[in-house]
């Protein structure tokens, strides 16, 4: 049986989604192990960020040229954006690292880090589900994101009071509350890929 062709925004979206998977992959795995790592970390980010752009470039020029679209244009925008957030707030984190000259991530930017890479994976199989034009399975992805969007929350909470209680230098925490802010921030952004799911399995399952 011949497999049915994804329409051109549905295989858009789908790279999107690999291409975030793979940043997140690539994010939590990658070992620093002194200052100069931090530069190929940042430049690597700023790659997948750059071709994340390059795909929503992408789907807008093709929501011009289209004249029919499988789900309403503004929602597929707004699905590209909020998958495009996801890819920013990770090199924004990244540019943080660099500047900062942290090379060891402590057990909270790990823990939030493993959750949104966890996150990004539903994204990838949400979006598939939604290139088959399989909505209602895509509810299931959409709140195990939203589960490890909490956790973050969660996390933030002790790493800051941690934080407050141990640290004695204020640069130092000035710069590790801002990096905890910021992965909180990426896993926002994965809740608000799983919000704009929600949004369109309402108007067209």
Known sequence: MALKKKDKFSSL????AVNLKESANYFADYKLKNVSDLQIF????KEYETKGDTYVHEVIKE???AFITP?????????AMSIDDVLDGFEHTAALFEMYSII???EYMLKMVDAIRN???EIEKAIELLANKKLLQIREHAIIIK???SKCDGILRQ???QLFAVEKDPIRIIQYKEIYENLEEIADDCQGVANTLETIIMKNA
Do not use: G, P, T, V
């Open 104 to 106: 060891q991530a402590d």
């Open 63 to 65: 929501l011009n040229n």
């Open 159 to 161: 790493s800051i009071k």
């Open 42 to 45: 940042f430049e690597k980010m």
């Open 13 to 16: 979206l789908s790279d999107m």
């Open 119 to 121: 996150a990004a994976i």
């Open 147 to 149: 589960d490890y969007e």
């Open 71 to 79: 789900i309403e244009r503004e929602d597929i925008l707004h699905l």
